[in-house]
């Protein structure tokens, strides 16, 4: 028997709302050399159920189900499982388009990448963000001192690799971007595919709804272990109190775009990634009122004329929320991308 080019890993617990769409945008897919490795993590829903009934006409359906041991635990276990070239994940209350695996074969192949995210949209009962993650390898390597550059449902990883380092099941949250940087110390390749193939539902039962302290600590600790191994350290050590910006304050943030200003001059070859995270530093500003915006716009010189009358506009209609999430609302996460996009 040939083994699958792809195994998709779906772990799975209580998930039974909404596992019927995820199964299906999965058997739809163009591309069909895959096998689907179904992990039951102790549900006491219906969803092993549901599982059943669509395995009786779905023979690339594999269910194993046992008691709960948590998503890092399962997530190894279906990595152990795996027969495919390449390993696909995808969460149970998430939709992937029909053409997401084939494509993204497409673009491993051609950027000899290990792994491969892509942008997605949030559907749902919350935010409705698109999310336009960086392409290149070194745009990806380079925001993850700050942020996870990757989206963890759209990933397909190269099996072997995956294999190699595995998830830390330490880390009940955020065990995906602890991943990826260590996979970045070690110069494994990366590469986001800029169509959105995956639809991701924001609901009440996710951890980063449920346990948003508990990630951003996990999430801290790995930040500033790749940033003690990165060939940046240098130059973003004393930069790195401002990755989570939702836990600075106004003084902090105004001290983030001094400290990023002072680099870009001493590092011009990093101007786009540290301009980039200056631009989200400023529509922070916003979210504190006009008066500190004003202070903001006469303090930094180079802001185009375009950036400071939408930073003026958006601090006045005070439309800006401020969160303990690390872009805030659905409308700073859109504001943020738009001015990323901006030429100076």
């Known amino acids: ?198 639809y991701y539902r924001t609901s009440e039962n996710q951890i980063t709804s449920k346990k948003s302290g508990l990630q951003k600590s996990h999430s801290k600790a790995s930040a500033m272990i790749y940033l003690s191994k990165s060939p940046l350290k240098h130059i973003l050590k004393s930069f790195s109190e401002y990755r989570i910006l939702s836990e600075a304050t106004l003084q902090g943030l105004f001290k983030g775009i001094a400290e990023i200003d002072k680099l870009i001059e001493a590092y011009p070859k990093y101007e786009k990634y540290l301009s980039s995270f200056r631009n989200l530093i400023f529509v922070r500003i916003t979210g504190y009122g006009l008066l500190p915006t004003l202070r903001m716009i006469k303090l930094v010189s180079n802001i185009s004329i375009l950036n400071k009358l939408i930073l003026i506009v958006f601090a006045c209609l005070k439309i800006y929320h401020f969160k303990k999430y690390i872009y805030g609302n659905s409308t700073c996460r859109k504001v943020s991308l738009f001015l990323l996009s901006i030429k100076k």
Not at 70 to 86: F, Q, S, V, Y
Not at 123 to 149: A, C, M, S, T
């Open 1 to 198: 028997m040939t083994c699958p080019k792809i195994s998709v890993i779906l772990p799975i617990y209580n998930s039974s709302q909404y596992l019927r769409d995820t199964l299906k945008s999965i058997t739809a897919q163009t591309f069909v050399d895959w096998e689907l490795i179904a992990i039951d993590d102790g549900s006491t829903d219906d969803s092993l159920k549901i599982l059943r009934e669509y395995s009786e006409t779905e023979p690339r359906l594999i269910i194993v189900s046992r008691e709960n041991k948590g998503l890092p635990r399962t997530l190894n276990e279906g990595i152990r499982l795996a027969k495919g070239e390449w390993i696909a994940r995808i969460d149970a209350d998430d939709i992937c388009l029909p053409q997401r695996f084939q494509r993204q074969l497409e673009w491993l192949k051609n950027t000899k990448c290990d792994i491969c995210g892509t942008w997605y949209k949030e559907f749902g009962k919350y935010n409705h963000v698109l999310y336009k993650q960086p392409v290149e390898n070194d745009d990806i390597y380079f925001r993850l001192h700050f942020e996870n550059p990757l989206g963890h449902p759209t990933v397909m990883v190269r099996t072997s690799v995956l294999r190699s380092f595995l998830y830390d099941e330490t880390k009940e949250c955020s065990q995906d971007y602890d991943l990826w940087c260590r996979m970045a110390v070690e110069n494994i390749k990366m590469t986001n595919l800029p169509e959105v193939l995956l």
